[in-house]
């Protein structure tokens, strides 16, 4: 986890809090359990519970990649002043999304960045209850999702459709900082090949930025 509980139960996040300026404990957001800063060269700092916990929230042993993933897209949210939470835990819901972001004030846009596999089960009920509880809800792929040459049933989970895009899918490359939009996905038979186009977008080139996006998706136009 990237965010934790100061023992004045302000948020504190891993990669801005000071050694020395950690007063007393530090609790984890969701089970209220003491947990610790982990920093090293190779690593991106976050916290981790003392003891193996049965937290309901954070489990251990996340990975380089979802923890990088979320740092990087908060980032980027941030630097384009798109208001942004990390790992904001939403008691109603009993979930808590990767990120939280609001591209107007109305309507809160939940990021999942989903690196391991989900049961098809599980993904529907949290996209549920996020909708019902007035949530748009981005799924965004990492690499174990990668497009090969058919489309998986794990892969379909996450499609979305627009009038412009058609079928599409979100990944982010953790590597080389990229997000990648593959849209046109079109695979009419199962034994045939997939055919998508895809739009990279450099999170390290600030000059992109989500009306960009936003702005050529809105332009485009397709032809079945
Ligand atoms: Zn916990």
Redesign the pocket.
């Known amino acids: 986890?990237l965010i934790a509980l100061d023992s004045q139960n302000h948020y504190v996040q891993a990669d801005l809090i000071k050694e020395k300026n950690i007063k007393g404990s530090l609790f984890?957001?969701?089970?209220?359990?003491p947990?610790y800063l982990k920093r090293g060269k190779i690593k991106i700092p976050h916290f981790s519970?003392y003891q193996a916990?049965d937290?309901?929230?954070?489990s251990e042993g996340e990975t380089l990649e979802h923890l990088a993933g979320k740092q990087m897209l908060s980032q980027w949210f941030t630097q384009q002043e798109i208001p942004c939470m990390l790992e904001a835990y939403l008691p109603k819901l009993k979930q808590r999304p990767d990120l939280l972001i609001w591209l107007d004030q109305k309507i809160p846009v939940a990021i999942e960045f989903q690196c391991s596999f989900i049961s098809e089960a599980n993904m529907i009920k949290r996209t549920q209850s996020y909708q019902k509880a007035g949530y748009k809800v981005i799924w965004i792929l990492g690499k174990r999702f990668k497009l090969k040459r058919k489309l998986t049933a794990q892969q379909r989970l996450f499609l979305y459709y627009h009038k412009n895009l058609n079928y599409h899918l979100f990944f982010l490359d953790t590597n080389h900082q990229k997000l990648h939009i593959f849209y046109h996905l079109i695979q009419f038979e199962r034994n045939e090949l997939l055919k998508s186009r895809n739009y990279q977008v450099s999170l390290t080139n600030k000059k992109i930025t989500l009306k960009t996006i936003i702005n050529h998706f809105e332009t485009l136009t397709y032809q079945p």
Do not use: D
């Not at 984890?28 to 359990?33: K, L, V």
């Not at 937290?55 to 954070?58: D, E, S």
């Open positions: 986890m984890c957001p969701g089970c209220r359990q947990v519970h916990s937290c309901f929230l954070f």
